[in-house]
């Protein structure tokens, strides 16, 4: 018998589930007493790791003094605007604000509800082609759906949203091949900065800073879905910091709570919110949830923690550490090649990876299958210890030879 429960992205037939019942740090323990290391941060989010007793005090705080209550006019909270602030001032953005929301899919389709918006205030109603590139993940609600570059997950939802294009993953030439058969009609270009769950491709040299350029100089907006790449994991705050290149519009989630309590957002830039902010205009979108002040003290709690044990300055520590792992792998012929930046990386099999997974988990690690890579994603207080118990499993399981087969 199924569970009740409708699982994300898995078969509704499906009835085997590993049930997690605690966490602490990088560890999980299933119902069973079984131990797991969690190579993932769950799902490419939980920077401080699991159980941080700083995060949840002041959860519990803030529900005892002001559980919930929305931030639609006339009504704001103190955390709201600290976490808004804490966000902008992190960001490449200068004077940038933030609108936030509930998740990453929110995000994204906020962003590109914005972006259409900007364009219409300046007159250029025309402007509603949105540039995507394959292999790139924009969450899944309608919006994010059809700025999917992930081909299978815009399959069998019938018609999604139109005017939206699709680039191969690194052709800048195509990008402005399609800027100039399009002109006067591209609203945006959303992209990754580093794509994650299409199969963490770091960009190649030039192509950012070439997306900047034909953004400019076909007035069109760059959106940076910051929501893997944010808070940390490539090493800066954000990933346009780490490949030095200013969008106009950034999206995240994920780590701002290290996924303690759900929050998602869009910071605007500058220019941006001079059109959105000029007499007369009202922005109708929002959500019931934007704004909780539970979760917003979670994200507060949360990057001052991360600002307290200098997780982003640890990163290149990990980038080494695992970077020395994924080359010995490569080394020994048990993995072809290894992609990544910063603290996310693929190990590329060459194969079809989701039974390594499998056994990976029945060995005790977790790791998530993208194609024919295994995606390494860990909390960014894992221990050089943990490290090497990640690389020892994969050896013995990769080892094997049989998940081919």
């Given at each position: 018998?199924?569970?009740?429960?409708?699982?994300?992205?898995?078969?509704?037939?499906?009835?085997?589930?590993?049930?997690?019942?605690?966490?602490?740090?990088?560890?999980?323990?299933?119902?069973?007493?079984?131990?797991?290391?969690?190579?993932?941060?769950?799902?490419?989010?939980?920077?401080?790791?699991?159980?941080?007793?700083?995060?949840?005090?002041?959860?519990?705080?803030?529900?005892?003094?002001?559980?919930?209550?929305?931030?639609?006019?006339?009504?704001?909270n103190q955390p709201a605007e600290e976490l808004a602030s804490m966000v902008a001032e992190r960001s490449p953005l200068a004077d940038s604000r933030v609108f936030f929301c509930?998740?990453?899919?929110?995000?994204?389709?906020?962003?590109?509800?914005?972006?259409?918006?900007?364009?219409?205030?300046?007159g250029e109603p025309d402007r509603q082609v949105i540039i995507r590139r394959t292999d790139?993940?924009?969450?899944?609600?309608?919006?994010?759906t059809s700025a999917q570059g992930i081909a299978g997950n815009r399959e069998g939802w019938g018609d999604l949203v139109p005017h939206f294009v699709e680039v191969p993953r690194d052709d800048i030439e195509a990008v402005s091949?399609?800027?100039?058969?399009?002109?006067?009609?591209?609203?945006?270009?959303?992209?990754?900065?580093?794509?994650?769950?299409?199969?963490?491709?770091p960009p190649q040299d030039g192509y950012l800073e070439g997306l900047r350029r034909l953004c400019d100089q076909h007035g069109a907006l760059l959106i940076m879905d910051e929501v893997i790449c944010g808070f940390g994991r490539t090493g800066q705050w954000f990933g346009a910091q780490h490949y030095g290149v200013t969008p106009d519009l950034m999206t995240f989630a994920k780590g701002v709570t290290s996924g303690y309590q759900p929050v998602g957002g869009v910071i605007c830039s500058?220019?941006?919110?001079?059109?959105?902010?000029?007499?007369?205009?009202?922005?109708?979108?929002?959500?019931?949830?934007?704004?909780?002040?539970?979760?917003?003290?979670?994200?507060?709690?949360?990057?001052?923690?991360?600002?307290k044990e200098q997780l982003v300055q640890r990163v290149p520590h990990l980038a080494k550490k695992l970077t020395e792992g994924l080359a010995a792998l490569q080394a020994d012929g048990l993995i072809q090649s290894y992609r990544g930046t910063g603290a996310v990386y693929a190990a590329e099999l060459g194969y079809d990876a989701a039974a390594a997974r499998m056994r990976l988990l029945e060995a005790g690690v977790v790791l998530r299958p993208v194609g024919t890579a295994l995606a390494i994603c860990p909390p960014l207080v894992?221990?050089?210890?943990?490290?090497?118990?990640?690389?020892?499993?994969m050896v013995e399981v990769l080892a094997r030879g049989d998940e081919q087969g």
């Open positions: 018998m199924p569970t009740k429960l409708l699982h994300s992205f898995t078969p509704p037939s499906a009835d085997d589930f590993i049930t997690i019942v605690r966490a602490e740090g990088c560890t999980l323990w299933d119902e069973q007493g079984k131990r797991y290391l969690d190579a993932m941060a769950s799902l490419w989010y939980c920077q401080v790791g699991h159980g941080r007793a700083e995060i949840i005090d002041a959860v519990a705080d803030q529900m005892r003094l002001l559980d919930a209550y929305q931030t639609f006019a006339p009504f704001t509930g998740s990453g899919s929110e995000a994204v389709d906020s962003a590109l509800k914005i972006a259409r918006a900007v364009h219409r205030l300046r790139g993940y924009h969450g899944t609600n309608f919006g994010g091949t399609t800027m100039a058969a399009n002109e006067g009609r591209v609203a945006a270009v959303i992209t990754e900065p580093m794509q994650g769950a299409g199969g963490v491709f500058r220019s941006v919110c001079d059109v959105l902010e000029q007499p007369g205009f009202l922005l109708r979108t929002g959500y019931t949830y934007a704004g909780h002040p539970t979760c917003m003290v979670a994200g507060v709690a949360n990057l001052a923690l991360m600002e894992i221990t050089d210890h943990e490290i090497g118990t990640l690389f020892d499993t």
